[in-house]
């Protein structure tokens, strides 16, 4: 694992800078012979990821755990229909390949990982926050108090399902309409379930500053 660490940055960066490069170039076999590589680091980190959350000793599995591997999924799925996207024209050609691929990048791998990174960082920071104005520890809330679990869990449904619906309408304009109302009631769910732990926050805070006032 650790070879995989070190080397994967490096490696990452010098082939996203040949990526670039490239375009000045317009040269079809160069996008293909740098893309690949791209696709297979991708699919290594995605695989290794995956792996390590499989293996891990704490099997407990929240949605930031949950969404993390909705992420690494979705790059998985990209990264294979990259390489068909390059290695077979029937696919290379067709417009809407590239939509598919799009979706898989944005709402799949980028969504997916950023909401999994807020509903982990915004319990934490509520709590060290509150830890800091200087109550007991016995009064300083859990994390899991910060965020009600099924209200992430719920939401995580429907993004999962917003997400398959978005790759459907892809190929069947029909479901898009369906697809766009989905996306934007789960955007909107984790919306709200940002701001009820920000009014979690000021409750908590007003209860330990009781505390500290009146002890």
Sequence with gaps: MLWFARGFGPLLLLLVIAWSGQYFLDDVRGSIAIGL?????????????????????????DATSLYFRVAMLSL???????????????????????????????????VSAI????????????????????????????MKKMLAAEAMSGQLRLHVLALLLLLAAVWLPGLARLAGVAFA???????????????????????????????
């Design 37 to 61: 590589p791209l696709l297979a680091i991708f699919s290594a980190y995605a695989g290794m990821t995956l792996w390590l959350q499989y293996t891990r000793r704490r099997k407990i599995h």
């Design 115 to 142: 909401t999994g990174m807020m509903y982990k960082i915004t319990p934490f920071l509520n709590w060290l926050h509150l830890q800091r104005l200087g109550a007991p520890m016995s009064a300083v809330p859990n």
């Design 185 to 215: 009631a789960s955007s909107a769910w984790l919306a709200w379930n940002l701001i009820s732990a920000a009014q979690r926050y000021r409750v908590f805070k007003d209860q330990i500053r009781a505390v500290v006032l009146h002890p």
């Design 76 to 110: 998985l799925g990209f990264d294979i229909y990259g390489a068909a996207f390059f290695l077979i024209p029937a696919i290379g050609t067709d417009p809407r390949a590239v939509v598919w691929l799009g979706v898989l990048a944005f709402a799949g791998v980028f």
